[in-house]
């Protein structure tokens, strides 16, 4: 089993930057992708950004392009966020990717960190 810790999260002024970062533990043989995934109030989580295992190849969603980059060292995934705008507050969830023992597709949710921006 793989277990994912965030960190990074707080409150920040409109245009300032910040950095999450998701330390995946357990079975991290098992882990392909990863990923930042967000959820504001009233609203349905979405991806942010995602990885490939090797780092390479990288994709991200509309709100996210020119503005955030993901990144990763292993099994611990960055994502730096900077422009940050009011409406970027969200609670941001790492999930990464993972393979069971027995071949089994199984998606691995962290448990969330705050990203408050002010106005």
């Known amino acids: 089993q793989v277990q994912l810790v965030e960190s990074g999260g707080g409150l920040v002024q409109a245009g300032g930057s910040l950095r999450l970062s998701c330390v995946a533990s357990?079975?991290?043989?098992?882990?392909?992708?990863m990923g930042w995934y967000r959820q504001a109030p009233g609203k349905q989580r979405e991806l942010v950004a995602a990885?490939?295992?090797?780092?390479?190849d990288t994709n991200y969603g509309d709100s996210a392009q020119g503005r955030f980059t993901i990144s990763r060292d292993k099994n611990t995934v960055y994502l730096q966020m900077n422009s940050l705008k009011p409406e970027d507050t969200a609670v941001y969830y790492c999930?990464?990717?993972?393979?069971?023992?027995?071949?089994?597709?199984?998606?691995?949710w962290g448990q969330g960190t705050l990203v408050t921006v002010s106005s």
């Open positions: 999930k990464a990717n993972t393979i069971t023992p027995n071949y089994s597709f199984l998606e691995v």
């Open positions: 990885i490939s295992s090797s780092g390479v």
């Open positions: 357990g079975s991290t043989p098992s882990i392909n992708v």
